[in-house]
Each structure stands twice: as structure tokens, then as C-alpha cells.
């Protein structure tokens, strides 16, 4: 029973509940189990001439009394163990749930969507129907057989016994022979679904690019094909599990048979009563109900085996990135943010992608880093939300190690906006109110104006109200990013990281909402707010206090935007390309000027410099 460690935890924890649970089946099956001795009673009286109507009405009133006492406990006892089968569903959704969030985004790079939905849906199912279903019919199928065989023993005689009895010992052989194959093809049936669940979880999120190439055949094929193999590996476990479901009613009936034809023999022999002849066949026909029971409870142990296998393996899997041990800072994250020779490779791989990395970033600095894509970009903010794990001592907040915060504590600290600008299924206020579980409408708003998104807003059916659909797929790419910006305002956290996350906003609008920020920043009460911009586009970054430029993971250039022009290295050239100027056309004679009076700047600062150090010497 090791493999279903789960489900065995979970009764021992709800012992009392599943043990009155129990107690009522069986009780109802063992109830079931007098009928047939009854009957065979009420024979031998007519046969003997001796059934009177008070002996009649006795008997009827037994059996009413039976049936309806069999009724109560057969029902009170299902309703218990199948709340408690509802409550392990909820409970493993929750747990599987919680397990979701805590894993790195490593685990999703290996796994599919659509599987660890089939773990949620089709899997939890199959393992509530053992503990709810399973658990019912193998008590209630174990009582009515005891009960039968007990009655058949001290009742009837028994060579009548061994000659009903003899086909059904044969029932553990198939068992063994078939429970095995039905196993090993439930758990096929269910990784098939898990396909099935990742094409459509795929061609729901691309349906735009599925209709702007007109691939819906193509799809569809896709699917087909998946639904082809799911049909063909259910078929094989429909057909495997209903040879078992067969064979067990058929070794009951060549019981039955046998007990016909040496029963009859016996009876005219004189060697068994009419009533004990009739009250066996009766036994024999009852035992068809528990050897269906047990063919039922084989199928849904051995399909929920490799069901609990695939949950119990999700639900241990250990996140890459944890919590350390021991004492961890709890304090809010604050400070300077310090960056120290990074070095940074993603597991299960040997290629380096970030190298030597250093910055620092003050409380009100805004820090830009740009670069061509695959250069790091990205990268760099998972590292510093530790969605995956730094060195220690590469990264440190007011001096402070980052390992040594919680990640709660970390993450709460810093307001992201990712560069597809997720948005759920909810309306634009709580989107826009994500980190707050009770949405402030006034300061949404104001993030909103913020944004330049308040006036799209407002043209929604419902205004803020407006459900924006999976992925806000109402919302154009533009109005998506600004309320994801938003977002991040509203978090009114110390720490704000945009990675790429203007890259569907016009110019004059991208100008705008940065200038909203800063100004935000700026009445901010204490030091102000540190902010990165990761961008493609350099005027997002122009005005930040200091600009990284990454190639493939190592900083080639960096300072501010009229040092890099400067330069005339990748930014320069970047700059000169995005203003749509290049060598040789005479149009690059219009930023001489600014070039130069930023060459000026620069050699004054060096100057100073230079006679600071010389008055130090002196």
C-alpha cells in the first residue's frame, strides 16, 4: 500500500468518519444477507402446510423492517464517505494549487500546461472515486459476501457450499492475471488526456495566430489525432476491464449452475430441504452483487494507482528555488540595490548567460538596461526576483544578501511588469488592484491616470468593471501594457522592474506615462522609488541615471545618455538607427551638436576630476 500513502494518510486523519461510514454499509449488506434465510423459511412452512397469516404478517413485517433499517444505514453511510471523497478533491485541487505557485519557472520549461491540468481534473477524480466509491463497494461487497458465506455455512449443507463456491475461488487468478494490464493502460488513457488538455490549452492561447494563417484545419487535424489516440487507449482499458467485469458474474453463474443441478439431486434425495435448497439459490444469486463490487473496486484501484502516482509525484517535487534555512531577515526591503560580479547559467544547461555583471541603484535612481534580444535582459530581472536563484552574495539590498529575505517578504518588495504584460480573467479594477485583496477603486483610478489608460477605461461597457477576458484579450496590446503598468504603481512598491513593457505604446504616449511616473517618484515620501527599465526602444531609457547596454550577457557599455552617444559605440548606433538617421545620408549633421556638447560635458566633469585629485595630492 505504499503507493497509495495518500490516500491511507488522508482516512487516518478522517478515521472516525469513514469507520461509522463503513460500519452503516456493512450493516445494510449484512441486512441484505437475512432476506434470503427468511424466504427459505416461509418454503419449509408452505411446503409443510404450516404458514398460517400471523406467522405471514410476522414475516412481512420482518422484511419491511430489514428493508427499511438496510435502507437508512446504506444511505447514511454513503453520504459520510462520499463527503469526505468531495473533501480529498478539494483537498488535493488546493494542494496541487499551492505546489503550482511555489515552483520556479524551471519546472514549467520541462512540463506542460495541459498534464498538470489533467493532474487537477481527471486524476483527483479518479483517485476521489477510490476513496468515496471504492471504499463503499469493497466494505459493502466484503459484509453481504461473510454474510452469505456464514449463513450458507451453518444453514445448508455443505457439499452445497463447496459446489457453489468452487468457480468463484478462481476469481483471484484473474486478478492477478488482469489487474496488472488494466493498470498499466489507465495510466496510458491518462497521459493521452493530458496531450489532449495541452493542444487545446495551446490553440486557445494562440487563437489569433491560428485565424490570421487560416491554420484552423490544421488544428483541428492536431486535435483529431490526439482524440484518435485517447479513444483507441480508453478502448483498450473499456475492453480489458470489461473482460474482468465479465468473467467475475460468469464464475458466479456456473456456481449457480452447479448448485441447480447437485442441489436438485440432494433435494429429491431428501437430503436438503425445499427451504434450504431455496434459500441457497438465493445465497449463490446474491454473491453476483459483491463479485461485481470487487471487479468494480480492482478497475478503480488499479486505475487510481497510476493516477495517485502522478499526483504524489507533482505534489513531491522539491522548487528550485526555497526559502533558505535558519534565520531569515524580516524587514522590509529597502536600500541600495547592489549588483557584484553576477554570474548567472539556467540549470541543466552550461552556457553562461549572464557574466560579470555589476551595478548599483540607489533609492530614487532609475537604472535602463537595454541590449539585443537573448542578450540577458530578462534574465537579469527573474534573477533579482528570484524566480531563479543568484549566487550568494551577488545581489544585496541596504547591503544585505537577497538570499537572506524570504521570498515572500522579497517579492513583495518589488513591483513587476512582465514583458507580455499578463493580465487574468477579471475585471480591469481587480487587474489593475491585483496585490490588494480588497481593491482601492480611488487609487486605481489614479494609477490608471497615471498610465493613460483612465480615458480607454471609461469607453468600456462596465468602465472598470469590464471583464477583460482570458489574457485580456478585449483590450488591444497598448491598453494590456498600461494596465499592467498600472498594476505595478498601484503595488506602491519600493522596487519597480518594467521589462519591455512599452513596447505597444505609441512614443508621445510612452513619453507621457514616464513622465507621470517621475513625477510620482518624486512625491513619493522618503528616498523615492528605485526603477528599472528594461526596453528595445532607447527612448524609454534616455532619462535614466545610469544605462546598462548588454551583449550576449556581459555589460559592453554604460552611463548615461548623452555619455554613450559619446561613445559612438552599440547605443550610439542604436540611437542613431532608431531615429531613422544613417552614415553617409547628411542627416546625422542635425545630432552633431548634441554630440558634441555632450563631448563638452564630459571633458569638463574630467576636468574637475583630474583638479579635485590634484588638490588632494597637494
Known amino acids: 500500500m505504499s503507493g497509495f500513502r495518500l490516500v491511507t494518510s488522508y482516512i487516518r486523519q ?6 461509522t461510514g463503513i460500519i452503516m454499509v456493512s450493516v445494510a449488506s449484512l441486512l441484505m444477507a437475512v432476506i434470503p434465510r427468511i424466504l427459505g423459511d416461509i418454503t419449509n412452512q408452505l411446503h409443510h402446510g404450516t404458514l398460517n397469516r400471523a406467522d405471514m404478517a410476522r414475516y412481512v413485517k420482518i ?18 464517505i462520499h463527503q469526505k471523497g468531495r473533501t480529498l478533491t478539494y483537498t488535493l485541487r488546493r494542494r496541487l494549487f499551492e505546489k503550482w505557485n511555489s515552483l520556479s519557472p524551471a519546472y514549467y520549461h520541462r512540463h506542460s500546461v495541459g498534464d498538470l491540468v489533467a493532474h487537477a481534473l481527471s486524476d483527483v477524480e479518479v483517485v476521489r472515486e477510490l476513496v468515496s466509491m471504492g471504499i463503499c463497494q469493497a466494505f459493502s461487497g466484503l459484509a453481504a459476501l461473510a454474510g452469505v458465506i456464514y449463513l450458507m455455512a451453518i444453514h445448508v449443507d455443505w457439499r452445497l457450499s463447496l459446489a457453489g463456491l468452487g468457480p468463484i475461488l478462481s476469481i483471484p487468478l484473474l486478478v492477478k492475471w488482469l489487474g496488472p494490464k488494466i493498470k498499466k493502460q489507465s495510466q496510458r488513457s491518462q497521459e493521452a488526456l493530458g496531450s489532449m488538455s495541452q ?3 495551446e490553440v486557445i492561447d494562440g487563437i489569433r495566430a491560428v485565424k490570421a494563417f487560416g491554420t484552423e484545419q490544421v488544428v483541428i487535424g492536431r486535435f483529431i489525432g490526439t482524440v484518435d489516440t485517447i479513444v483507441t487507449e480508453k478502448m483498450r482499458f473499456v475492453r480489458l476491464s470489461s473482460l474482468f467485469s465479465s468473467l467475475v458474474p ?24 425445499l427451504g434450504d435448497f431455496v434459500a441457497f439459490t438465493l445465497y449463490i444469486t446474491m454473491l453476483r452483487q459483491p463479485m461485481e463490487q470487487f471487479g468494480n473496486v480492482l478497475n478503480i484501484v488499479q486505475r487510481s494507482s497510476a493516477s495517485i502516482k502522478r499526483v504524489e509525484t507533482l505534489l513531491n517535487v522539491d522548487s528550485d528555488v526555497i526559502d533558505r534555512p535558519g534565520v531569515l531577515l524580516d524587514r522590509p526591503l529597502q536600500g541600495e540595490l547592489r549588483v557584484q560580479g553576477l554570474n548567472f ?8 548567460i549572464l557574466e560579470n555583471i555589476s551595478f548599483s541603484l540607489k533609492p530614487g535612481q532609475t537604472l535602463g538596461i537595454i541590449g539585443a534580444t537573448g542578450s540577458g535582459k530578462s534574465t537579469l530581472a527573474d534573477v533579482l526576483l528570484r524566480l531563479y536563484e543568484p549566487p550568494e552574495g551577488s545581489v544585496t539590498f541596504d547591503g544585505r544578501d537577497i538570499l537572506n529575505y524570504p521570498l515572500a517578504r522579497l517579492r513583495d518588495g518589488i513591483a513587476y511588469v512582465p514583458q507580455d504584460g499578463f493580465l487574468f480573467s477579471t475585471s480591469v479594477l481587480e487587474n489593475i488592484c491585483f496585490s ?22 471609461l469607453n468600456f461597457p462596465e468602465g472598470f468593471d469590464t471583464e477583460i477576458g482570458e489574457r485580456g484579450v478585449r483590450l488591444s496590446g497598448g491598453q494590456k501594457q498600461r494596465v499592467a503598468i498600472a498594476r505595478m504603481i498601484y503595488k506602491n512598491a519600493p522596487y519597480q522592474i518594467l521589462d519591455d513593457s512599452l513596447s505597444a505604446i505609441d512614443t508621445s504616449t510612452e513619453r507621457q506615462i514616464l513622465q507621470n511616473m517621475r513625477e510620482v517618484n518624486d512625491r513619493t515620501v522618503g528616498t523615492g522609488k528605485s526603477t528599472i527599465i528594461i526596453s528595445h526602444r532607447l527612448s524609454a531609457v534616455q532619462h535614466a541615471d545610469e544605462i546598462l547596454v548588454l551583449d550576449r550577457g556581459r555589460i559592453v557599455e554604460r552611463g548615461s545618455h548623452r555619455q554613450l552617444i559619446t561613445l559612438r559605440g552599440l547605443y550610439a548606433d542604436q540611437w542613431y538607427m532608431q531615429a531613422g538617421i ?3 545620408t547628411g542627416l546625422e549633421e542635425e545630432l552633431r551638436e548634441p554630440v558634441a556638447e555632450a563631448e563638452r560635458d564630459l571633458n569638463e566633469e574630467m576636468a574637475q576630476l583630474e583638479t579635485g585629485q590634484m588638490e588632494e595630492a597637494a
Open 436 to 457: 490588494d485583496d480588497y481593491p482601492d477603486r480611488e487609487r486605481a483610478e489614479q494609477c490608471a491616470h497615471v498610465t493613460a489608460v483612465y480615458e480607454n477605461i
Open 63 to 80: 422484511i419491511c423492517a430489514v428493508g427499511l433499517l438496510r435502507v437508512l444505514t446504506g444511505w447514511g453511510g454513503r453520504i459520510l
Open 345 to 352: 547559467t539556467y540549470p541543466g544547461t552550461d552556457r553562461r
Open 199 to 201: 493542444i487545446v490549452e
Open 250 to 273: 460468469l464464475m458466479v453463474n456456473l456456481g449457480f449452475v452447479f448448485v441447480l443441478g447437485y442441489g436438485g439431486v440432494l433435494v429429491t434425495l431428501h437430503l436438503v430441504s
Open 14 to 19: 478522517h478515521w472516525f468518519i469513514f469507520l
Open 582 to 584: 544613417e552614415p553617409g
